[in-house]
């Protein structure tokens, strides 16, 4: 892949849009920043997440912390029109020549065989490093060019519990690993809330702000518009990006957004396939595999029995929204407990998959057990419930808590449900 270099780009053109997006960048950073930027000695990444979650300010952030205004680094998005009728590989090749030691590439999934393009940089130009961002959408492993030896890749999840108050209400919280919170649950939960007491606030309320409207960074830029935002994000990646990488027929969205309906409004959800089907008007082989592409683009989260192999993931146990946000965009009226238990399910997930290279399929990290909502890496049971829920469905189990709502301290084996929001 080459050619003759272009005479017709412009890098200054793009070089005045990185330059006022770097002026408007928030102070505050994601919780794989620092992660990220140490990677940098290598020379192909990827950062894959939702629409919304953060992935263009991320990369930026990185440039104005490495290369200040130099133009060294350079940041372009594929919904440029320039790269409509014109080769990134030739782009790319053209900013190296010119001088540039990074190039940062976003919404790559919206670029025809861009697995092929980002391959043949990597080869042929060794000197330049290539940060790319893309829906999580993406299977990599299906990809033409081969970029699983080549690429280290990421994925960037929401907003936790512990970031939405750092940020919007200027707390300095330190993340959790969950053996250090199972150890010493009423040590961490009672030194949060000291801290938050001294700004004369409270944990709870706090708590539920964040399940309605805390989980995209984009809720900074205002409240009064954030479920208007977020509804506009799902419709985008329902109409836009599943037709576009998941060959979805245009014709089938409106049933999708009634699946998620369905979904949003229910109790914790046991699939009946054949309910679903005949409700959605969706053949049940059709169900499946959208439920697969709908995990993908992280709009659902699809949990197995324990057990089970990651290869019949498509066909799952249980259904959630993706997060608790998504459920108050779609419904006024979600019900609690399902709230309760997406809100454990997805700051669980993003805390241990930031890194595809993690040692946990998706069914051992986690999985529904006999007895309990969730086992955790095969070892750790919980049951999620209300302040008042009772140990009935646990008793006996070796390594099992109560993650109950509606309390500030837990103690013994009785956990705020709060508290997993400091996972990361």
């Not at 408007?24 to 920043?33: M, Q, V």
């Not at 939960?189 to 944990?203: H, L, M």
């Not at 900074?220 to 990646?237: A, D, M, S, V, W």
């Not at 040692?359 to 955790?376: H, Q, Y």
């Amino acid at each position: 892949m080459g050619g003759n270099i272009s005479e017709n780009i412009d890098l200054n053109a793009f070089f005045s849009i990185q330059q006022e997006r770097l002026f408007r960048l928030p102070s505050y950073r994601r919780y794989i920043y620092s992660t990220i930027d140490a990677a940098l000695p290598q020379r192909l990444i990827g950062i894959l997440g939702s629409r919304g979650v953060g992935k263009t300010t991320l990369m930026l952030q990185i440039i104005k912390q490495r290369f200040g205004v130099s133009d060294k680094a350079l940041y372009i998005s594929i919904d440029h029109p320039y790269f409509e009728a014109n080769p990134l590989y030739e782009f790319a090749e053209y900013f190296y020549k010119y001088g540039g030691e990074l190039l940062c590439i976003d919404e790559v999934h919206k670029y025809h065989d861009w697995s092929s393009h980002i391959k043949a940089i990597y080869d042929d130009i060794p000197n330049l490093k290539i940060i790319f961002s893309g829906s999580s959408i993406l299977q990599m492993s299906k990809q033409k060019g081969d970029l699983s030896r080549r690429a280290i890749i990421y994925q960037l999840g929401g907003l936790s519990f512990r970031e939405y108050l750092n940020i919007a209400h200027g707390f300095a919280f330190k993340a959790y690993s969950l053996e250090e919170i199972l150890k010493d649950h009423i040590s961490v939960a009672s030194k949060i809330i000291g801290d938050i007491d001294i700004k004369e606030t409270k944990i709870l309320p706090l708590f539920k702000e964040y399940l309605d409207i805390g989980y995209y960074p984009f809720v900074f830029e205002g409240k009064e518009f954030y479920k208007q935002k977020l509804t506009e994000i799902l419709n985008h990646t329902l109409e836009t990006d599943l037709p576009f990488t998941a060959a979805i027929a245009i014709r089938q969205i409106s049933k999708l957004k009634k699946l998620l309906y369905l979904l949003a409004k229910s109790v914790p959800f046991i699939p009946d396939i054949t309910e679903l089907a005949r409700s959605t008007d969706i053949s049940r082989p059709t169900i499946y595999d959208y439920l697969e592409k709908l995990k993908d683009a992280k709009v659902l989260l699809l949990l197995q029995k324990v057990g089970r192999g990651y290869e019949n993931l498509s066909k799952p146990d249980k259904l959630y929204l993706e997060n608790t946000n998504l459920m108050g965009a779609l419904s006024l009226t979600p019900d609690k407990g399902t709230v309760r238990e997406t809100f454990f399910a997805n700051q669980i997930i993003n805390a241990h998959t930031a890194h595809d290279d993690n040692r946990f399929s998706a069914n051992e990290l986690i999985a529904i057990p006999k007895n309990g909502d969730f086992l955790i890496k095969g070892r750790w049971t919980f049951e999620v419930g209300g302040k008042n829920k009772k140990e009935k469905q646990i008793s006996g189990i070796p390594d099992s808590y109560i993650l109950a709502d509606e309390i500030t301290i837990g103690f013994g084996k009785r956990i705020p449900l709060w508290l997993m929001g400091f996972l990361y």
